[in-house]
């Protein structure tokens, strides 16, 4: 009973700060009847269920404070799951800082150009509106050290004033004509918030994981690949989760009621789906589905876990296939195939090597991945490859640290953005930009671009 009266607490803190929001929204309401009301969220903040508040909000906006360690790749996905939160409509980038943040253990000065890509990245992702924190910096209290577009010495010279100002003007320039367009994915992961308290709050098998991270595991092959992605609940209905070629429920530890007959239905009706460690084994109210792990989507996985090993920090298992040769960590579960297919196997020498660490199962018109083990970049990759390709999903190959994300708007303009996400110079040739308009200089794309650290190119396609 305590595991589940930690999980209604968890459920009670967010509906009872977001009545708290709805509250004071409904009372500036009686007023005014017709300006945009909404709150800034914090991207993969554990405590709010952000699906459930969104629907109380007329547009999202959140807080983007990455650390000096975050990957690009992972503030990409918390833009797509603010995007994903409502609906997959245009949101608001709340607050980011022009220069350092103040909170971390050492605060590193942004590099130039770093703020810039940062805003336009957000863009990229789906963002209508770019905002910082704060304007003038203050002179005490526990943030006088974070940014600010005006900093102590009060002048309009500093570099972070000028690059600021710099970014204003190209947004004025070209953001109308960018503004409400859209993200079009055939990819859809489950961010479930339900999956992270019950994932993180579970004493054992280990304390090694963090929901986020893991999720952040499967998004990470896809950004690699400039593989859209659209943030979904996993409560998504049939409908539109039938929108989608591939779904992701990564950790999907809790499954909700009616959640493991609709992925049924999606999987039998052509669908694709991956979960794998720690995925069905508990209810709605945090107790252990009977009958063998992953509980209600064995059938449709068709595997049963016998046991979970727990990894040590830093222990890794082997796991050789086809396409994967590779690693994993944290956990390893230990797979009896019941009507799926091999893929790859455990290797080292604990008394599982040589079962199954991923399996497929053809069910109906579908197939059904799962991943035993949590799998390291290059194994991930290797394993995504061959679904990508099968799938023909759209993919791009770009050079490390580059991405390239597209807004379709209106009338069949499509808007890339390519993004140097480093402190180095980057060229690449790429055939499916070319003829398409620079929109910041007005250059028309013939083969080579070149990217100056941390640059963006806005590209206008026909």
């Keep these: 009973m305590v595991s589940g009266l930690q999980m209604d607490y968890r459920r009670f803190q967010s509906q009872a700060q977001l009545a708290c929001y709805t509250n004071e929204r409904d009372a500036i309401r009686e007023y005014d009847a017709t300006t945009p009301i909404t709150t800034n969220l914090m991207g993969t903040f554990k405590d709010l269920d952000y699906f459930e508040w969104a629907k109380e909000m007329d547009v999202v906006s959140w807080d983007n404070y990455p650390g000096m360690d975050t990957p690009p790749s992972f503030t990409a996905m918390c833009h797509d799951l603010m995007r994903g939160i409502g609906g997959n409509k245009p949101f608001m980038l709340m607050e980011q800082t022009p220069n350092q943040q103040n909170w971390f253990p050492f605060c590193k000065v942004k590099q130039p150009g770093e703020v810039r890509k940062l805003s336009w990245q957000a863009v990229a992702h789906g963002a209508d509106t ?48 960018i503004m409400g367009s ?83 239905a999606y999987v039998a009706d052509g669908g694709t789906f991956i979960t794998g460690y720690m995925a069905g084994i508990h209810d709605e109210h945090d107790l252990v589905v009977p009958g063998g792990y992953p509980g209600k989507l064995r059938r449709l996985m068709g595997v049963w876990v016998e046991e979970i090993d727990a990894l040590a920090p830093g222990e890794t298992i082997e796991v050789h296939g086809g396409t994967v040769d590779a690693k994993g960590e944290i956990v ?131």
């Design 130 to 177: 770019v905002r910082f924190f704060q304007m003038k910096q203050s002179l005490g209290g526990c943030e006088r050290f974070h940014g600010a577009v005006i900093a102590h010495d009060g002048t309009e010279e500093s570099r972070v004033f000028k690059e600021t100002a710099a970014l204003g003007e190209e947004l004025d320039r070209i953001g109308r004509r």
């Design 182 to 264: 859209r993200i079009e994915s055939r990819v859809a992961i489950m961010f479930d918030w339900q999956s992270y308290w019950s994932l993180e709050g579970c004493v054992g098998p280990t304390t090694g994981f963090n929901y986020p991270n893991e999720v952040h595991r499967f998004y990470r092959a896809l950004w690699r690949r400039n593989v859209p992605v659209d943030m979904i609940a996993s409560t998504t209905p049939l409908a539109r989760l039938s929108q989608y070629d591939l779904a992701i429920a990564p950790a999907l530890i809790t499954v909700l009621p009616g959640v493991a007959e609709t992925l049924e």
């Design 332 to 462: 390893a579960s230990i797979i009896h195939r019941e009507g799926a297919e091999r893929l790859a196997t455990y290797g080292g020498d604990e008394f599982y090597a040589g079962h199954s660490a991923l399996t497929v199962n053809a069910y109906g018109k579908g197939k059904a991945y799962f991943v035993g083990t949590s799998l390291d970049e290059t194994g991930m990759s290797a394993f995504m490859a061959p679904i990508i390709k099968e799938l023909d999903l759209k993919s791009l190959d770009t050079p490390e640290d580059v991405s390239l994300s597209v807004r379709y708007g209106d009338g069949g303009t499509r808007y890339a953005f390519l993004i140097n996400n480093s402190a180095a110079d980057k060229r690449l040739c790429l055939s499916e930009l070319n003829g398409g308009t620079e929109l910041l200089t007005g250059t028309v794309i013939n083969d080579l671009i070149e990217l100056k650290p941390y640059g963006v190119d806005v590209i206008a396609l026909r």
